[in-house]
């Protein structure tokens, strides 16, 4: 396990039976809850690959890579242990080129620094 895989296994152990954190995994659609399905794939420097897998409103860090993400992260691991520490997040670290998003939508990749910030403010 590497040092990004390592600081985001700690957010994810917090994430689930939070309550205001699942309340992020799921939207409001013509007033029926959908649950956000989503599998964040990050492939970063100087680390195996890992992935987030968000479904039924819980969170789960895996090693290794997902057959067909919806998001994947590539860049430098350090950027993604900053954002786990609070000292950043998924917006900053891509306007300064830390780290891309090379597959899926960057508006998932914000949704998922607001998961990260309810659980550092819990902490």
Known sequence: ??????SLS???EIMSGNAKVEAVFFTN?????VDWDMIFQFNLDNEDSFYLKVKGRKAELINGT???PNIII???NNAIVKICNG??????AISREEIKVTKGKIIEVIRLTRAITLVLKTK
């Open 1 to 6: 396990m590497g040092i990004a895989s390592e």
């Open 10 to 12: 700690k957010i994810v």
């Open 29 to 33: 659609i013509g007033g029926k809850e």
């Open 66 to 68: 997902a057959s067909d």
């Open 74 to 76: 590539t860049g430098d």
């Open 87 to 92: 000292k950043g997040d998924f917006t900053h």
